[in-house]
């Protein structure tokens, strides 16, 4: 099974900030990663896929980049609405796993 | 567009079968080749896939469920069901169908339900 470790557990920024969000694979996903961002009471949104491709409606700000073990989610201006959790997940292997989840708290 | 919702009792007691279902709706569950999934959150918690399952009844299961994990299709209803046997309280989650991004491979997961809490109690 492949572990996915998110890192760090909490950001604390201010809106207008950027956000860097890490995700860590126990063994080389290639670029089979993909971001959730999930809100209080609702299920996890996509925002990528496949590492690097935006999903539907996802805006610019969004973007993601890495290959193999080690990827990256960037927020490049947080607005109000992304205070969230952040969760990567990969499909390189069954079983799919999640990583542990980045919470993004205003600061 | 296609949309997802899950249905099923809330409560369920410990030592039992949890049981629900995902209705597909917006599409036919039969028109295409993905593997359907379920995932759990509990309370608190990070996010934990289940498992997945194509209309064929093709599976694959999370091994650490895979011992009481059951998932089936029934295309005349355009729907997708978990069952989960000797439940505990460990199994209190919300649970949360989903769809796949791609065909014939599992997600990343475009489309969700918006969940069903299920609590595990006597």
């Known amino acids: 099974e492949i572990v996915l470790t998110q890192f760090p557990a909490t950001l604390s920024l201010s809106p207008g900030e950027r956000a860097t969000l890490s995700c860590r694979a126990s063994?080389?996903?290639?670029?089979?990663l993909a971001w959730y961002q999930q809100k209080p009471g609702q299920a996890p949104r996509l925002l990528i896929h496949?590492?690097?491709n935006r999903a539907t409606g996802i805006p610019a700000r969004f973007s993601g980049s890495g290959s193999g073990t080690d990827f990256t989610l960037t927020i490049s201006s947080l607005e109000p609405e992304d205070f969230a959790v952040y969760y990567c997940?990969?499909?390189?292997?069954?079983?799919?796993?999640f990583g542990g989840g980045t919470k993004v708290e205003i600061k | 567009q296609l949309q997802l919702q899950e249905s099923g009792p809330g409560l369920v007691k410990p030592s039992e079968t949890l049981s629900l279902t995902c209705t597909v709706s917006?599409?036919?569950?039969?028109?295409?080749?993905?593997?359907w999934a379920w995932i759990r959150q509990p309370p608190g918690k990070g996010l934990e896939w289940i498992g997945s399952?194509?209309?064929?009844?093709?599976?694959h299961y999370n091994p650490s469920l895979k011992s009481r994990v059951t998932m089936s299709v029934d295309t005349s209803k355009n729907q997708f069901s978990l069952k989960l046997s000797s439940v505990t309280a460990a199994d209190t989650a919300v649970y949360y169908c989903?769809?796949?991004?791609?065909?014939?491979?599992?997600?990343?997961?475009?489309?969700w339900g918006p969940g069903t809490m299920v609590t595990v109690s006597s």
């Open positions: 063994q080389s996903v290639s670029s089979y």
């Open positions: 989903a769809k796949p991004h791609l065909q014939l491979v599992g997600g990343a997961f475009d489309i």
């Open positions: 399952v194509s209309y064929s009844g093709s599976t």
């Open positions: 917006g599409g036919s569950i039969s028109s295409s080749t993905y593997y």
């Open positions: 997940q990969q499909r390189s292997n069954w079983p799919l796993t």
């Open positions: 496949d590492a690097s």
